[in-house]
């Protein structure tokens, strides 16, 4: 059954009756720019085709219930208390992942003129994005439920404020510390192209990919070594980042040149150096990545993936043994670029590889895993495509 399928059944059990609507929105992988995005930087993702699905109705009352396929029982909150639920992400009220589509609708009924007037919406959710690998099932969800709420809430919004709604839900009502890229990826998705962040500014551009025409395909290897954005190593490296400009007196690593860098050096400790390093050399490969895909197409981008997991692997230590082992094993069997996606500590790596030779490296990263005692990973091809949409 599509997941389509299933967001609407578990609605009809909800509520007995069919959905007013279906909204959808998509997972991303991000091409390149990693850990860019909090320091104000660049970042190069796509929206892939698995979505998330929220199948939804309004209900008389103020109040709102959420019911997803993987909890047993609906989570239910009247709009006017969802502010009192997340205090801070210590204190959360309610089941975690309920954070995230509670979350959206507390930051979208503060759009509304007036909240008190919102009718309550019954909404049930259901997923083809892997949960917890690096594609941004947490993106995807509020990204369905924003895109939801604005329709039945007649709020008007755009894409960025959609955006913006569903990271302050992350931030605010989760607690995890993430940046904008997943919400932006997911709202601004185009087929066939990449969205070029510009993560201070907010100013997006779609640079067209060129994968198809190239014969090339970006193969997702999912590790199934499951992050976790809330805790973790996630906060520390911010604070690594953040500590990094504070030194060099600067708002943002964002404002520092790769010709900063020795200065830098001598500046802090080891540690610190190296993830400072890392944000500023990636945001020079992200803006090369650009300018290569524009004037040399997709197969030009190869060492510059190569170069971004290395950097994530030695200078931010965000890899695991997985991650390594599936780019290491996608290049020797000839993909023409790798590289780890996403927050690290687990997720999917990505590798673009020929069309002809997808099996074989899939087959590789198997054999690979198999030896070392892994996990066996999931792969699968991705093709850049479009956000939002009402599919129902
Ligand atoms: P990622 O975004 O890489 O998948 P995150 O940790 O950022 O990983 O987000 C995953 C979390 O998002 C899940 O643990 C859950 O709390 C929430 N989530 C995502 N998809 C769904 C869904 N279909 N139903 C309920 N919660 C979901
Ligand atoms: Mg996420």
Known sequence: MTAQNTAVDLLRTLTGADPEGVWSAPGRVNLIGEHTDYNEGFVLPFAIPHRTYAAVSRRRDGRIRVASTFAETPVEAGIGELAALFPSHDGLRVPEWSAYPLGVAWALSAAANDASALPGLDIAIASDVPIGAGLSSSAAIEGATGAALNALWGLGLDAVALAQAGRKAE??????????????????????????????????????????????????????????????????????????????????????????????????????????????????????????????????????????????????????????????????????????????????????????????????????????????????????????????
């Not at 907010?202 to 994968?211: D, H, K, M, Q």
């Not at 290897?221 to 500590?243: F, L, M, P, Q, W």
């Not at 943002?252 to 050096?265: E, G, K, Q, V």
């Not at 000839?334 to 999917?348: C, L």
């Open 171 to 392: 931030n605010e009502a989760v607690g995890a510390p993430t940046g904008i890229m997943d919400q932006m990826s997911s709202m601004l998705g185009r087929a066939d192209a990449a969205t070029f962040l510009d993560c201070r500014t907010l100013r997006a551009e779609s640079i067209p990919t060129g994968f198809a025409p190239a014969g090339l395909e970006v193969l997702v290897i999912d590790t199934r070594v499951e992050h976790a954005h809330a805790t973790g190593g996630y906060r520390d490296r911010r604070a690594a980042c953040e500590r990094g400009a504070a030194i060099m007196g600067v708002p943002a690593l964002r404002d520092l040149h790769p010709s900063d860098l020795p200065r830098a050096a001598e500046l802090m400790d080891d540690a610190t150096f190296r993830r400072v390093r890392h944000v500023v050399t990636e945001d020079q490969r992200v803006l090369d990545t650009v300018v290569a895909l524009r004037e040399h197409g997709p197969r030009a981008i190869g060492d510059l993936l190569i170069a971004s997991h290395a950097s994530m692997r030695d200078d931010f230590e965000i890899s695991v043994p997985e991650l390594d082992a599936a780019v290491d094993t996608a290049l020797a069997a000839g993909a023409v670029g790798a590289r780890m996606t996403g927050g690290g500590f687990g997720g999917a790596a990505i590798a673009l590889v020929d069309r002809e030779r997808v099996g074989a490296v899939s087959e590789a990263v198997g054999r690979a895993f198999a030896d070392a005692g892994f996990a066996a990973p999931h792969t699968f091809t991705v093709t850049p495509a479009a956000g939002p949409r009402r599919d129902a």
